[in-house]
Every structure is written in structure tokens, then in C-alpha cells.
């Protein structure tokens, strides 16, 4: 899957937005709890700032907060809002990942898999993980067929 550090990061500082109570928090105080840098959670909250995901307050007790409830604000919106596409393909989107544009034997297996997990998080709250309602699905047993 393609989900690298901007996705994980985003929803890790919205969900400590989240913890830290109503008030504004600054980006220092999410990057040192978080082990995140500062120059890179600045430009991620900018980007979660312009698709009105959280909104900043200027002044003394200043910082960032979550524009919407955290029971409204949904997690695959956060990582979109970040540029981050949900994929499990190796292909651009619209091009195949072989030669001449084609699409592999197993793209359609790969592409409804990233269908299922963008689907997943669509339905998933900051209020979601915050209150630890999700629970790992035990793997089902596999059966054999000879």
C-alpha cells in the first residue's frame, strides 16, 4: 500500500489535536509529543488547513485546533487532505504499470483492495480511534481445497 509518513503523520496529530482538549495546540507541543519535525508538520497542517480539516488561531494561546467535531471528521478525508492517495497499485493512476501503458494480471485484485481501504476509512471517525472502537479483525481460518 502506498501510505507513506504525510498520511500516518496527519492523522497522528489530528487525533493528538483531539487529546489535547479544545484549546488551540501548537505545532511545537504536537511535534515533540509526536516525534515529528517541525518543518514537516508545518507543511502538513498547512495543507490540512486549506481543506478546512483544522483552522489555526494567531496570538498568544495560539495553535491549531479541529475545525469539525472529531465524531465529523473522517479519517480518509485527513489523509487525502494531504495529497496521500490510497492505492495499492504499482501504476499511475489513469497508465498500467507494464509496457505500453497495460495493466498487470493482478491490477483489478489490487486496485479493489485500495477500493475496500479507502472505503474503510471513509467510515472511520477521529472519535473512532480516539475512543479505541476499532478492533483488528482476527484472520479467518483458511481452508484448503485439494
Given at each position: 500500500?502506498?501510505?507513506?509518513?504525510?498520511?500516518?503523520?496527519?492523522?497522528?496529530?489530528?487525533?493528538?489535536?483531539?487529546?489535547?482538549?479544545p484549546q488551540p495546540v501548537t505545532?511545537?507541543?504536537?511535534?515533540?509529543?509526536?516525534?515529528?519535525?517541525?518543518?514537516?508538520?508545518?507543511?502538513?497542517?498547512?495543507?490540512?488547513?486549506?481543506?478546512?480539516?483544522?483552522?489555526?488561531?494567531?496570538?498568544?494561546?495560539?495553535?491549531?485546533?479541529?475545525?469539525?467535531?472529531?465524531?465529523?471528521?473522517?479519517?480518509?478525508?485527513?489523509?487525502?487532505?494531504?495529497?496521500?492517495?490510497?492505492?495499492?497499485?504499482?501504476?499511475?493512476?489513469?497508465?498500467?504499470?507494464?509496457?505500453?501503458?497495460?495493466?498487470?494480471?493482478?491490477?483489478?485484485?489490487?486496485?479493489?483492495?485500495?477500493?475496500?481501504?479507502?472505503?474503510?476509512?471513509?467510515?472511520?471517525?477521529?472519535?473512532?480511534?480516539?475512543?479505541?472502537?476499532?478492533?483488528?479483525?482476527?484472520?479467518?481460518?483458511?481452508?484448503?481445497?485439494?
Amino acid at each position: 500500500m502506498k501510505l507513506n509518513t504525510q498520511g500516518r503523520y496527519a492523522v497522528m496529530s489530528c487525533v493528538d489535536l483531539v487529546q489535547s482538549g479544545p484549546q488551540p495546540v501548537t505545532l511545537k507541543d504536537i511535534a515533540e509529543r509526536q516525534a515529528i519535525s517541525l518543518p514537516y508538520l508545518e507543511q502538513l497542517f498547512a495543507k490540512l488547513r486549506r481543506a478546512g480539516i483544522v483552522e489555526s488561531t494567531r496570538g498568544p494561546g495560539g495553535g491549531y485546533q479541529l475545525r469539525h467535531p472529531p465524531e465529523k471528521t473522517i479519517i480518509a478525508d485527513i489523509i487525502t487532505a494531504v495529497d496521500e492517495p490510497i492505492t495499492i497499485t504499482r501504476c499511475d493512476p489513469g497508465r498500467g504499470c507494464m509496457k505500453e501503458n497495460a495493466k498487470c494480471l493482478t491490477h483489478d485484485l489490487w486496485e479493489a483492495l485500495g477500493s475496500n481501504i479507502y472505503n474503510f476509512l471513509a467510515t472511520v471517525t477521529l472519535s473512532d480511534v480516539c475512543d479505541k472502537r476499532l478492533t483488528p479483525a482476527k484472520p479467518q481460518k483458511q481452508v484448503r481445497v485439494s
